[in-house]
C-alpha cells in the first residue's frame, strides 16, 4: 500500500536555528497537509497546501512557519528561528482530494528544540 | 469550538464488540463524520467516514442516526492491537482533532 513518508524520524536542533521537515506523499495526491503533536496534547492543524498555495491556516502557523513544494514529489515545513515550544511530533498527510477524502499521515518526525 | 464530543477513556474486552460514542449536535447537512484512530505515537490512521447512511468497512462500522445528532464506531471484534485513541471528526474544511476516546482492550 502507498504511503507518506517523513525524514527525519528525530530532528533536534538549538533554538534559534532553522529547520526544515520533509515529507513525500502519495504520489496522485493533491492535497498536501502538516499537523503537530505536543507531547500528551492533541494533534493540531498547522496547514493545508494544494494547487502551490496554502488554502487554510491555523493560528498556530504564524510567520515562522512556511510550506513549500519544490519539486514533483517534496512537501516541506520549515520553521525559521526554533523556539522551545516547538518541541512536537510533526505530521504529514496527503490525500487525494479535500471533500469526502481521506487523510494519508506519515510516521511523523519528532523535533526536539534544545 | 469543538464539534464533537467523546467520553474520555472506555475499556473494552478482546474479543468483544466495542462501541465507541460521539455526539455531534451542530451538525450541518453536508458535513461527514469521520473516524480516525492513533495507536501511541504513530500518525493518526482512517477508519471510516459517512454522510447519513450506516457505512461499513473491512475495520469498523460506523452508525449514524436518523438526526445525525450522533454516531458509533463499532468494532465488531476487538483486539489488543485495537488500544488507540480513537477520534471522531465532523469535517467541514479541514480534519481537525479533538481530544479522542483512548480505548484500551483488555485480555
Known amino acids: 500500500e502507498p504511503e507518506v513518508t517523513q525524514t527525519p524520524s528525530h530532528q533536534v536542533t538549538q533554538m534559534g536555528q532553522e529547520v526544515i521537515l520533509r515529507c513525500v506523499p502519495i504520489s496522485n495526491h493533491l492535497y498536501f497537509y502538516w499537523y503537530r503533536q505536543i507531547l500528551g496534547q492533541k494533534v493540531e492543524f498547522l496547514v493545508s497546501f494544494y494547487n502551490n498555495e496554502i488554502s487554510e491556516k491555523s493560528e498556530i502557523f504564524d510567520d515562522q512557519f512556511s510550506v513549500e513544494r519544490p519539486d514533483g514529489s517534496n512537501f516541506t515545513l520549515k520553521i525559521r528561528s526554533t523556539k522551545l515550544e516547538d518541541s512536537a511530533m510533526y505530521f504529514c498527510a496527503s490525500s487525494v482530494g479535500t471533500l469526502r477524502e481521506k487523510l494519508f499521515f506519515g510516521s511523523g518526525t519528532q523535533l526536539s528544540v534544545l | 469550538d469543538a464539534k464533537t464530543t467523546q467520553p474520555t477513556s472506555m475499556d473494552c474486552a478482546e474479543g468483544r464488540a466495542a462501541n465507541l460514542p460521539c455526539n455531534h449536535s451542530t451538525i450541518s447537512g453536508n458535513e461527514y463524520v469521520y473516524w480516525y484512530r492513533q495507536i501511541h505515537s504513530q500518525g493518526p490512521q482512517y477508519i471510516i467516514h459517512?454522510?447519513?447512511n450506516n457505512e461499513t468497512n473491512e475495520m469498523a462500522s460506523l452508525i449514524i442516526t436518523e438526526d445525525r445528532k450522533s454516531s458509533t464506531l463499532i468494532l465488531p471484534h476487538a483486539t489488543l492491537r485495537d488500544t488507540a485513541v480513537y477520534y471522531c471528526i465532523v469535517k467541514d474544511n479541514d480534519m481537525r482533532f479533538g481530544a479522542g476516546t483512548r480505548l484500551t482492550v483488555k485480555p
Open positions: 459517512g454522510l447519513k
